[in-house]
């Protein structure tokens, strides 16, 4: 009861602006974390900062996944050092972002992030550091605060655990310890406001509990389903990341449920959310299966690639398109994946943006569909040599999969690559004639040439 009534005292109201709240501190014999779970370099910056006179502190995902006996993926400290003050400590830091001052310490290819603790941005005396669109959305957020400011701004109550490099304490300003340890995501403050403060805390919330296996806390969930049409306000920009942090870590599946049950998925992928919600199940099953051989090659530690996900992602209304377009027009079936895969992708772009270097193979994994059963001649050796022959199989073994009738296709191929040279041309004699010449529409009348 009296737990229970200690609990409530602890969330923090929102609107009340800065009260004192004093933390629980857990010292280090008490808790799970030690520095040998921490990477070299991230303790190298803690100590840095710690001996120039700084508070130092680990926090969010790498002290709830080492709590958690996983290994975390990337360090962030948090310090009452400005950001100008970490780069004079750091010879190998760049300060980076608009919306948030960042440092970050490069150590080859491991970056750790280095924030100053920053405080609510309601809490800024002038509406310069902090504001707040109309619509309740966060602009700029960069008022710096106290340890506790910055325990309070955070999102999740597991995400708000500060590792004391000075003592090797865990501070805990809002119960994310008992969270912790009773499995729950619970927001920081009111959920209504902050996710309407930064509505990719909605992607974060499904995210963790994809992730973690997680329960979402009490009203969490239709919360999230009221305002998750706030997510159409988030910059395509910023959710390509989100993109590959929800769905290339091993828990792609899983999200993919937990996203549509909130009624999520669509502000990601509008076009595939269309086709999941009519009657043709080839899409979800599809996806479902892509999605399953991610999280496989995850687990086996196998390279994944954006632009097979994205492909993936996409497949079914590109597909629709292409189909649609082959009936009207009477056109090959390369040129329409063609068409159908620049339609689709552009209006995709206004959701998520996908950089370059991922757009152009993902078009490729789509049009090699239509090379795929074009083998005589020299086509079959021509299109193994591809960089994208790969990733265009293993789209093609999933298409199947899902239903289409590309097994004879399949074998083949399966087949095809694993032969000797001499096999290979048997391979070939046995798809029969000669390469057959594309089909063109007879010409009209000869026209001047416009090139
Ligand atoms: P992971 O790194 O496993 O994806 P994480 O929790 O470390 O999870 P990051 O994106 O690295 O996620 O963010 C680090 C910390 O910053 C979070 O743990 C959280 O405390 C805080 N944070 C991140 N995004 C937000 C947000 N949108 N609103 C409030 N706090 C956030
Ligand atoms: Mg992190």
Redesign the pocket.
């Known amino acids: 009861m009296i737990f229970n009534l200690l609990k409530n005292f602890r969330r923090k109201p929102q609107q009340e602006g800065i009260i004192n709240t004093s933390p629980t501190i857990i010292p280090r014999a008490e808790h799970a974390v030690s520095r040998d779970d921490i990477s070299d370099r991230a303790l190298k910056v803690l100590y840095r900062l710690h001996k120039a006179g700084y508070q130092a502190y680990l926090?969010?995902?790498?002290v709830?996944?080492i709590l958690l006996g996983l290994h975390?993926?990337?360090f962030?400290v948090a310090t009452d050092a400005r950001p100008e003050e970490v780069k004079s400590l750091f010879g190998n830091c760049r300060l980076i972002g608009r919306r948030f001052r960042l440092a970050h310490v490069y150590f080859g290819r491991e970056i750790i992030e280095v924030a100053t603790f920053r405080a609510s941005h309601d809490q800024g005396e002038g509406a310069s550091e902090g504001g707040v669109s109309e619509g309740g959305q966060i602009l700029r957020d960069n008022v710096f605060g106290t340890l506790e400011d910055d325990a309070w701004?955070?999102?999740?109550t597991i995400?708000?655990l500060y590792y004391n490099i000075a003592d090797f304490s865990l501070v805990d300003y809002t119960g994310g310890m008992d969270d912790l340890n009773n499995r729950i995501i619970r927001i920081i403050g009111d959920a209504s406001t902050r996710f309407q403060e930064?509505p990719?805390?909605m992607l974060?919330a499904a995210r963790f509990a994809a992730?973690l296996g997680f329960q979402l806390e009490e009203g969490l969930g239709e919360c999230i389903i009221e305002l998750a049409d706030r997510m159409a306000n988030v910059p395509a920009a910023r959710l390509f990341d989100e993109v590959l942090?929800i769905f290339h870590t091993g828990h792609a599946l899983a999200s993919f449920d937990i996203m549509r049950e909130l009624g999520l998925f669509g502000y990601l992928f509008g076009q595939t959310q269309a086709l999941l919600e009519s009657d043709d199940p080839y899409t979800e099953d599809f996806l479902r299966i892509a999605l399953g051989n991610t999280d496989r090659r995850i687990a086996e530690k196998k390279p994944v690639n954006p632009a097979f996900l994205f492909a993936a992602f996409l497949w079914g209304p590109v597909k629709k398109r292409a189909d649609q377009l082959l009936e009207q027009d009477g056109m090959t079936e390369l040129q329409a994946l063609q068409i159908a895969g620049n339609e689709v992708l552009s209006a995709q772009l206004r959701q998520v943006s996908i950089p370059k270097r991922f757009s152009f193979p993902m078009r490729e994994i789509w049009t090699m569909q239509a090379r795929l059963p074009r083998r005589n001649g020299k086509r079959a050796w021509r299109l193994l040599e591809q960089a994208r022959f790969r990733a265009a199989y293993d789209f093609m073994l999933v298409r199947n999969q899902a239903g289409e009738p590309l097994q004879e296709l399949a074998d083949w191929w399966t087949e095809f690559q694993e032969a000797s040279a001499a096999e290979r041309s048997e391979l070939i004699k046995k798809v029969g004639g000669r390469s057959p010449r594309r089909r063109r529409k007879p010409r009209k009348a000869k026209t001047a040439s416009t090139h």
């Open positions: 926090v969010g995902g790498g709830r996944d975390p993926k990337d962030d701004r955070r999102d999740f995400n708000a930064d990719v805390r974060r992730k942090k």
